[in-house]
């Protein structure tokens, strides 16, 4: 059936993904810069924040001057770091895969493997929240060595805690119901936790839980701040409520509250029987708050900002620190720098100098996500969404705004620049849904419109002489003339792609990639460009650089290098396998710069290769290079096993189809005798008359 085929082919693709995985992951990787994810856990202590990062571990950042916060050290916790506590030199991080992590001076020392959400101390026991709902208690009076077990409490479903002494708060589910509860448990003996008392809170999804004194606080979606009397445990009470609807989470110190709400931090009044405002400014995406002092830290998707709150009535942001994250989408390299856009953050600037250790000197997240990027001296040219940016980067540390190019339709519709060719003071913009562009940046900060060609989809842009060559995902290859650059002008066109992502071209010679992998495109004739060679790249090409007859292609898995001497006998020669998924890729030399999750750096061949197309130079026809591919891994055994793996997973597919179909005859049959059945009934029925008479 076509359901059948459709499980064996998409079976076999992945067999032969794990397969070309096996085998490919044999170019050296030299170093990559590490992103950071959202923040979900901040605890700041002395001078320094400890930053619970997601995938991306513990950070840790010097913030005793918040205008000029910088990232100290982070530790990889394994998987995915969601809370944090310090005490003294000591750094627990509650991480929802690898468990609850000891870290101290920069190390990890030891822990457990009960995945956790949160985690708090007192004195010498861990509470933890596991990923399960129960609060866990152990015995940390040796951080290095492994916790001792002491206690559980699993009554309830906590979806946020929170610890004094031998008390524990939770906000809480029975399971089943959709009612939240403020549960008050006594821990005194871990072993036998009891529960002390408890009372209604909210009725959706709790996002924090703090206690001051005799009040508990709790923020969730829907019910802005709630307030509850805990003086006597056994009977907790509501007392108040603050409408901030999404509120992610409050601390108090001293009658007031600071809540941070997303996109807005407010602070109220809650030393009186109704909470009342005093102050608010507007944050970025803001998921996780601390006071100390006069400076609130609030933590989230954008990093840490740091504001002054000795005045209530009017928080002022002092500085933030924005460490390099998102996904990676675009790279373009020149000299000493790379220049990383993507997702969460516009622009960032890394120092690969050291290829082993390239490090973000310089990042601008003020506006909306990179797609695109490429560096003509000082100057980087970013297409994002919304916008087409120019930057001045003669200070790596402090990437300055020069100025904009609005991306939108005529009815202000958003659109996204998805790639950029500068050449000289023109540069060459393609977008989703608004049309090739030819732009005058000559003067930077008055960047202006000279001309367009109605065009969708352009996901690639590369221009040679006078003709554009474009890769369109709706189109396939268009080619325009641009030597009159306010009226681009249709030259020839080839649709026979799946999804055209990118381009490059070396002579009479158009290189193409799409979901399938590598088309090599004859463009002597520009008017009648034709096929003559195709290489498989799987799955989903999403770039291609060319470096004498080497293309170096990268793909969501990785990257992989061809040798396109002979277009219609093309080979691999290498590759390599990212651990995330790959949007871009730049190459110098002998290194690909690579765009995934942060930036990778990795040797392309041992000996110096020259680019053979300068970013903004006219191409030209280098010789042919024959690269030598590093020593390769004796990797067979793997292979075969994937094989294998592989072959069971198709013999899966088939053995389940065969029951299913087996399932549906019987079923079919069921009803066909059912039906026969009725027949025989009413033939009954309607003959009986006849044989009474």
Known sequence: SKATVSVLYWTTMALLSLVFMAAAAELPLLGRTNAVDTIRGLKVVGGTAFAAAETSGLVAVDVRKPEEARELWRVWTGGDARGVEVVEDTVYVADSRSGLQVVQNGSAVGGFSEPCLEVHLSGDVAYVRSTRGDVVAFNVTDPASDPEFLGTYNESIAEAFFVVGTTVYTVASAGSERDRYLNIIDFSTPSSPVLLGSVAANRTLANSLFVSDTTAYITGFWNG?????????????FTAAYDDTYATDVDVVNGTAYIVNFNRFEVVDVDSDTPFFLGNLAVKEGTRVQVTGTIAYIAGHRGIQMLNVETPSSPILLGEFTPSGGDGRAVAVSEDYAYLVGDNTLLQVVDVRDPSSPTVVGVNNDFEDGRAVQVAGNTVYVGGCGFFYAFDVSNPQQPRLLGTYEIRSRRGTVHCALSVHVIGTVAY?????????VLDVSEPSAITLIGSYGLSRIEGVFVSGTTAYIASTSRGLVLLDVRTPSSPTLIGRLGTFRAATAVAVRGATAYVVDREGLHVIDVGTPSMPAVIGFFEVIPSAS???MVGDTAVVSFDAGVQLVDVSN????????????????RGVAVVGNLAYIA???MSVIELWKETLVPLVPPTAEPTVGPTLAPTAPAKSNKKELVIILILVGAALVLAAVLGMLWWRKQQQQHHDRIEERNNNVDMATRDNTFSPDLRV
Not at 567 to 580: E, F, H, L, Q, T
């Open 225 to 237: 701040l709630l307030i509850f009397d805990v003086t006597d445990p056994s009977s907790p009470s």
């Open 429 to 437: 913009v393609g977008s989703d849904l608004n049309g090739f562009k």
């Open 543 to 545: 770039d291609v650089k």
């Open 567 to 582: 277009p219609s006998a093309m080979r691999r020669i290498d590759g390599y396998v990212s651990p995330s998924r790959v």
């Open 596 to 598: 995934e999750k942060g």
